[in-house]
């Protein structure tokens, strides 16, 4: 069965801590992995995507990683600012003629001043 | 730039009732969706259209109707609303026929409750 488990569910961190968010996947066969950004009341908006052949991607203070054979991938957020709350999702696309999104259930990130 | 447009942001109704979520793009995408997020469960495929004329069914389909007369809009119809349809409902779009692997762009959400 096509999964995407993200961890930790929750977290809290100080302003200007890095953190680090997990996505494990179970996904085949594999297209590419997406991490979108949702602030509270408003709707997902992409950070990154990682294709198959890509092992890291950055957008500013965001650090997408990607390990295809473990078929895990991380984002990695430096020096968080109060901004950065919100829950981050990951979603994995299949690959082939019945493309589809396996979305995670996201974990939430509360930085506190 | 709008974007992805959805109307009402809010609304609560009586169970049995009809109701149709709106959702207009103006970026031209082909592909459109309708998501609903719900606590625990993330979010969850309603229906979705490749391109204008064409419909699909997602992961949740079942009380829920959807048309695609033209490009722009993507109005999303509960014939008879019941509780378990309480959600925040997303509409987003993507510029891919193949739209599963597209970037996808999401609306602000409309929050509905089912009484």
């Known amino acids: 069965k096509n999964q995407v488990e993200q961890s930790p569910q929750s977290l809290i961190i100080l302003e200007g801590k890095n953190c680090t968010l997990q996505c494990n996947y179970t996904v085949s066969p594999f297209s590419n992995l997406r991490w979108y950004k949702q602030d509270t009341g408003r709707g997902p908006v992409s950070l990154t995507i990682m294709t198959f052949s890509e092992n890291t991607k950055s957008n500013g203070r965001y650090t997408a990683t990607l390990d295809a054979d473990t078929k895990q991938s991380s984002l990695h957020i430096t020096a968080s600012q109060l901004s950065d709350s919100a829950s981050y999702i990951c979603v994995v696309s299949t690959a082939g003629n019945n493309r589809k999104l396996i979305w995670g259930l996201g974990t939430s990130l509360a930085v506190n001043p | 730039i709008a974007g992805i447009t959805q109307a009402p942001t809010s609304q609560i109704l009586a169970a049995g009732r009809r109701m149709t979520l709106r959702c207009t793009q103006d970026?031209?995408?082909?592909?459109m969706y309708w998501y609903r997020q719900d606590l625990g469960l993330g979010l969850r495929l309603i229906h979705y259209?490749?391109?204008?004329?064409?419909?699909g069914k997602g992961e949740v389909p079942d009380g829920y109707s959807v048309s695609r007369a033209n490009t722009d809009d993507f109005p999303l119809t509960l014939a008879s609303a019941v509780p378990s349809q309480t959600s925040v409902y997303f509409c987003?779009?993507?510029?891919?026929?193949?739209?599963?692997?597209?970037?996808?762009?999401f609306g602000e959400g409309s929050r509905l409750t089912v009484l």
């Open positions: 987003a779009s993507s510029d891919s026929t193949r739209g599963d692997t597209g970037e996808l762009f």
């Open positions: 259209s490749n391109t204008a004329g064409t419909t």
């Open positions: 970026m031209r995408h082909n592909a």
